[in-house]
């Protein structure tokens, strides 16, 4: 009997809870930009370097190289998205996500924000009270220079109220946030620029 061979079916289970899995390069850093991005939420107003493999691989860090990585780790072919950016939005479907109308979409990708998309905006899913996890995520470009003084963060993750070093961004944009969001309802946003990535949850507080 022991001199008999051993089919592969019976030694892989023999040696299986040896074997470790591991990941490849891509993988790895898909994981550790969704790692970054959920840092970024439970961290409000912090400014998170993306992906060392995405600011290696990756000589103009522009804000749709940036947006299409953040596409790579939050989006398959269970979630959709919603993008005013055609070429962006060629990236996006790769990943195997449906392309919806805004109403309908889980990510919303907006490399700029100007009024004519931020009306757009005004149609995005906030969920609901039954599942209220279902409001949408919103990818936004901006740019992080010294702290505005007319944009402070407050709420959970924050041990103090802080001023933030984000600008470029539309004070109608948050004016509409403010009207979106009735907690838990609303939606959470991540600010990108130059290979970097800032979260603001809907349980943050905006004072401009």
Excluded at 21 to 39: D, I
Aim: with cysteine; proline share 6%.
């Amino acid at each position: 009997m022991l001199n008999q061979p051993v089919s592969q079916w019976k030694l892989f289970k023999m040696l299986s809870p040896f074997i470790i899995p591991t990941r490849s390069k891509l993988e790895a850093e898909t994981h550790e930009t969704f790692e970054v991005l959920r840092r970024a939420l439970s961290f409000p107003g912090r400014i998170w370097p993306l992906s060392q493999g995405l600011r290696i691989g990756y000589g103009d860090m522009s804000i749709r190289t940036c947006m299409s990585w953040i596409g790579s780790a939050l989006l398959d072919l269970e979630t959709s998205f919603y993008c005013v950016d055609d070429a962006l939005a060629k990236h996006l479907g790769a990943t195997g996500a449906q392309h919806k109308p805004i109403a309908d979409a889980e990510y919303i990708f907006l490399p700029s924000l100007d009024l004519s998309n931020l009306s757009t905006l005004a149609w995005l899913n906030v969920g609901d009270l039954a599942y209220p996890d279902r409001g949408a995520s919103v990818i936004v470009g901006a740019d992080f220079d010294w702290p505005s003084r007319h944009i402070r963060f407050s709420g959970p993750g924050i041990a103090k109220p802080q001023f933030v070093m984000l600008n470029n961004v539309l004070s109608e944009f948050w004016a509409l946030r403010e009207k979106l969001i009735r907690y838990p309802l609303g939606f959470d946003t991540f600010f990108v620029s130059d290979g970097f990535v800032m979260g603001l949850p809907r349980t943050t507080e905006v004072k401009i």
